[in-house]
């Protein structure tokens, strides 16, 4: 048996002019950054002579070729992703890029901003727009009630506020 496995559907297209901004600094950080020190400490072990037996070198190779592989990643995915960095005329209405507060049946809350999938954190209140909540939450308006499966039950999620961050000037 093989380990081919099929591909991953694509995400979404689209992302906040934050996310770019963080995926940029990325490609930065490891192209100028950490890949010019992975390739010195690789040159200093080669020099040591017998490299099958060379953990810094062995290691070394191994970092450089997931460096190259993720700013391959991000490079071509900047290419392709979309920057929303425009506020939807209607702000009454859920769309991309919108914190949304949601209150449950037990009055707890819990805040999101909907964004691509290349920048979801659900630690920092971040969701995929492909994900149940978000797709779910997309175009609906405020007080709307919205019901989503969570680990094999419903919950009912009333909409509270909706607010779209103002765009910065910098990114």
Known sequence: MGRWRPPRPRGSRYITPEGA????????QLWEVERPRVT??????????DRSENADY???KKRLREIDSR???????????TVVD???DDREKVFFGAWVTLEDDEGKTVRYRIV???EFNVKEGLISMDSPVARALLGKRL???????Q????VTYYICEIDYPQASPDV
């Open 71 to 81: 700013v391959r990643f991000l490079t071509k995915r900047l290419e392709e992703i």
């Open 40 to 49: 010195q400490a690789v040159s200093d072990a080669a020099k040591l002579g």
């Open 86 to 88: 425009r506020i939807p």
């Open 151 to 154: 680990m094999e039950q419903w």
């Open 143 to 149: 007080d709307d009630e919205v019901e989503v499966q």
């Open 116 to 118: 691509g999938p290349d």
């Open 58 to 60: 062995i290691y070394g």
């Open 21 to 28: 901004a963080r995926m940029r600094a990325e490609v930065k």
